[in-house]
């Protein structure tokens, strides 16, 4: 998980550079360094576990930070959709930087029809407000990361980390 975080942290980082609008580039950046100091501060603390053995409030301070991770993870990805629906510059030629904005593109088109094919079906009221019990919740950044990969001849679903590996090598 905290090694999971790491790589949410560094697709923040490049989307933040990528993003024009300061206040979404400024809300990324802290919201990645948040998230930094999480996963950091989880690592330390699965270390030490590992080390001491199981006690009751180890398990729970385990428990609380992973919790905090992900509350951060969520937070960040917000800022993300916040940060691609505002508009991203044109990507620098780094790979990584690519695959960022397609990812985010990707995501913004199915927000996009999402959005149409809603106008299109008449689940509104008399006021023009929309029909909770009919509308289906808009698609977020954080369902598209939580879809499985798409399966490919003989590569394992969750590679381990190496060193030259991309943010979104493991689809977050």
Do not use: Y
């Not at 809300?27 to 199981?54: D, P």
């Not at 940060?83 to 790979?95: E, F, H, I, N, W």
């Not at 919740?137 to 990361?145: D, G, H, I």
């Not at 003989?154 to 980390?161: G, L, R, V, W």
């Amino acid at each position: 998980v905290a090694s999971d975080g790491q790589v949410v942290v560094r697709f923040g980082h490049v989307l933040a550079k990528q993003c024009p609008d300061q206040r979404c580039s400024g809300e990324l950046l802290r919201a990645s360094e948040h998230t930094q100091t999480l996963s950091s501060q989880l690592g330390i603390v699965a270390r030490v576990k590992a080390v001491t053995g199981e006690s009751k409030a180890s398990s729970e301070l385990l428990l609380s930070n992973a919790q905090s991770l992900l509350r951060a993870v969520r937070h960040l990805l917000r800022a993300a959709e916040a940060a691609s629906v505002k508009g991203l510059g044109q990507p620098s030629p780094d790979p990584e930087a690519e695959e960022v904005a397609a990812f985010c593109l990707q995501w913004k088109k199915n927000l996009s029809w999402h959005r149409a094919k809603e106008a299109l079906n008449s689940s509104r009221d008399e006021l023009g407000l929309r029909k909770t019990r009919e509308a289906k919740a808009e698609p977020t950044l954080m369902a598209l990361v939580q879809e499985p990969p798409p399966q490919t001849r003989n590569i394992p679903k969750h590679p381990s980390p190496r060193k030259g590996h991309t943010a979104m090598d493991r689809h977050l």
